[in-house]
C-alpha cells in the first residue's frame, strides 16, 4: 500500500507475471513443469495475474517474446522466459525479464540465471557405474546445445573417473523437436539398451520414452532430469539430476514484488543448492557413500570444466 494525501490510500498495482515456456510446455514432467511448481508455490504468498505461452519453436518464441515487450510498461510487470531467445532485442520498455537455464546475455533490465549441471552430472555417472555391473553407459539428448553438451560432459567424466565407458552419444534432433518426441526416444533408447545397462537422457520431455525402454529391458537403468523423477519408474531410475526451477521463481517473484530486482548474469550450481543430484532412495544406499566420497572431486572437475568452456 502506498500512503498518499488526505489519509487515503491507493493500492499498489498488481504484479503481472508473463511466463514463456519452451516448445513441448506444460506436461512435460521436466522443466517446464518446475517452473509452473515456483509460480503455483509463489501465488500462496504474492499476489499477480499469469498469462503464459508456449511457442511450436525458437522463432515463434521471440515472436511472442518481442509482441509482450512493445511500448512502454504502464504497470509493474515481470517477463520469465526458459532458454536463450537468439535474435530477440533487448527493448523491453521497462519491463523486468529474467531467463533461466541461459547463458549471460548484456541487456538492461534482464536477469540471465545459468545452472551449473556439471557436477550433479558427474555424480550421475559416478551412481551409474556403481550399479551397472558391466560399468557401461551411453547418452541421449534431444538436441546439440551449450547447456546440454554441459550435461554430456559432465556424465561422461563421471563415468569415467568411476572405471566405466561411454558407448554412445546420440541426439534425437537438430531442433527443439527432440525435447519433446518421447516415440523417438524410446526407440533409440532400446536400440542403445541392447549394449549399454544405462542411458543418461538430457531430453526434456522425451525422457519418457527413455524410462519405456527401460522398464521393458532387463537389468537396464536410466536417470530423471531436471526434477525429481524417480516416482516414474522406482526400479529404474537410479536418481535425477535437478535444477531448482521452483526455488528460482519463487525467489524471483519475491524480489520483483519487494522492488528488489537487479539485472545481471547468476551463476547457480552444486554449492548454491540450486542443482543437485536427487537419490532414488531404492539405490540411495548402495551408491550413498561412493558419491560423498566423489563430490569434492566433482566440484574440481566441474571448475576446470568451467575455465575451459568460457565464452
Partial sequence: MVVIGCG????????????????????????????????????????FTLTDATPQ????AVSIFEGWTEGEVK??????????????????????VVILDSAKIP????????????????????????VAPQKTASILAGMDLPVVSTFVRGFSAGVEYAGGNILAVEYLAET????????????VAERLYLATEVVFPVAGGSGMGVFEAAKAAKGRY???????????GRGIIIGSVVKRFDTTVMQVIRDEEAGKFHAGALSLGMVEEATLLVLNERYAEQVKATLEAARDMALSAEATDLAAHLP
Avoid at 519452451?22 to 504474492?46: F, N
Avoid at 527443439?176 to 526407440?187: C, I, L, M, N, Q
Avoid at 536410466?222 to 516414474?232: E, I, K, N, S
Wanted: contains cysteine; charged residues 25%; aromatic residues 8%.
Fill in 57 to 60: 519453436d525458437v522463432t515463434e
Fill in 75 to 96: 504497470e509493474p510487470e515481470l517477463l520469465l522466459a526458459l532458454g536463450n531467445l537468439p535474435g530477440a532485442t533487448c527493448r523491453f520498455g521497462g519491463r523486468h
Fill in 222 to 232: 536410466t536417470f530423471g532430469m531436471d526434477v525429481d523423477q524417480a516416482w516414474l
Fill in 107 to 130: 541487456c538492461p533490465n534482464l536477469k540471465t540465471i545459468e545452472y551449473r549441471v556439471f557436477a550433479p552430472s558427474f555424480l550421475a555417472g559416478v551412481a551409474a557405474m556403481a
Fill in 8 to 47: 487515503q490510500q491507493e493500492e499498489r498495482p498488481l504484479l503481472q507475471v508473463k511466463v514463456l515456456y519452451p516448445a513441448g510446455g506444460l506436461g512435460d514432467r521436466s522443466y517446464s513443469d518446475a517452473l509452473y511448481e515456483g509460480l503455483v508455490r509463489a501465488s500462496l504468498e504474492t499476489e
Fill in 176 to 187: 527443439e523437436a527432440g525435447f519433446s518426441d518421447p516415440e523417438k526416444a524410446r526407440t
